[in-house]
């Protein structure tokens, strides 16, 4: 295997194991209503879109050149 199929099944994995975890958050997190909370919330959805995002390049979908 050469480097390049390995940094992506890395980023693919890590991306994963982040976007579950901030799911997860989210998910405890959703039923709160305080001002910190909300912005707990944003976050949380910018991550998994984070790890959306690493996902579809690892898979090819996007950032090719």
Known sequence: ?????IAKVLAGAGALLVGFFA?????????KTALEDQVTKIMMVLLTLGCVLVLSVA??????V
């Open 1 to 5: 295997m050469n480097e390049v199929v």
């Open 23 to 31: 799911l997860k958050a989210l998910r405890e997190e959703w039923h």
């Open 59 to 64: 898979f090819g979908i996007a950032g090719r």
